[in-house]
């Protein structure tokens, strides 16, 4: 009697653990990043999903169970198609400073060295875009990280100068042939301007933003770029990253822009 009981009690080993503690922190991760957002619908489904299939499979269901496998096999081909911009999103966030950062402070024991971060001359940067905010001059300047936004670089003049806040205010000059375009800073130093940014696809923006603040918004959901953008018709000024787009006061524009390059949040 003992032994046909004993096949009834579940053996959980050690690695049984890290890999029930690894999914959960898979699961959470993308649950953090489709928070709020139509996905996390179809997310939750599709686990439900999972989770029934699996405990039929358990019951030996044999005919339900084989409907639910099809469903989950070709359900993993229409979760790339259809969570494309999420993916993309939590594959970036591999590789932002902040995990970066993490990754560096506990593999430092063993020598490992990382590439460290250049410093922004984030100074020169908020005084160019304040005095073009009070002049009501629009401009679009995008400031890289660990993507150095190769496609969009490409996209426009390359220039390779060090910052200075004439250059800045030159490039952005209602007259310049390159004012229309975004200014790309990598590594200190502005790589290229009159680039063009893949503009986002969200329909729910306050106010009526114009097309630098959608583009400004759209390479900050895409990359883990900060867009800095200045309004050509009320002189505001806004502030992109991470998908999310805040506008700033001049006062504050120095701090914020430390803020994120610090990445401590």
Not at 70 to 93: C, D, W
Not at 99 to 115: A, D, M, T, V
Not at 156 to 165: E, F, K, M, R, T
Request: aromatic share 8%; with cysteine; net charge neutral.
């Amino acid at each position: 009697m003992a032994l046909q009981l004993l096949p009834l009690f579940i053996t959980l080993r050690f690695v049984d653990i890290i890999d029930i503690l690894l999914v959960a922190t898979l699961l959470y991760g993308l649950y953090y990043l489709l928070r709020g957002t139509v996905a996390i619908n179809i997310f939750l489904g599709i686990v439900a999903v999972f989770l029934i299939w699996k405990m039929v499979s358990a019951l030996r269901m044999e005919l339900l169970g084989d409907i639910l496998g099809a469903f989950v096999s070709v359900g993993f081909i229409a979760l790339i198609i259809i969570f494309q911009p999420e993916i993309r999103q939590f594959l970036l966030a591999l590789g932002t400073p902040r995990f970066i950062k993490n990754i560096r402070q506990r593999f430092s024991f063993l020598g490992i060295r990382f590439n460290e971060e250049s410093t922004i001359d984030a100074e020169v940067i908020a005084d160019a875009c304040k005095a073009m905010a009070a002049k009501n001059v629009g401009a679009l300047i995008v400031i890289t990280r660990q993507n150095e936004l190769f496609q969009s670089v490409q996209s426009g003049v390359i220039i390779d100068a060090a910052i200075s806040q004439p250059l800045i205010e030159n490039i952005f000059f209602k007259n310049s042939p390159l004012h229309d375009g975004a200014m790309i800073i990598v590594h200190n130093r502005i790589k290229a301007a009159g680039c063009i940014l893949p503009v986002t696809k969200k329909l729910d923006l306050p106010g009526r933003p114009g097309l630098r603040h959608r583009a400004g918004l759209g390479i900050a959901e895409q990359s883990d770029a900060i867009a800095l953008i200045v309004s050509e018709e009320t002189g505001e000024i806004s502030v992109a990253s991470r998908g999310i787009i805040h506008e700033v006061g001049p006062d504050q524009l120095l701090a914020r822009i430390k803020e994120e390059l610090a990445d401590e949040h």
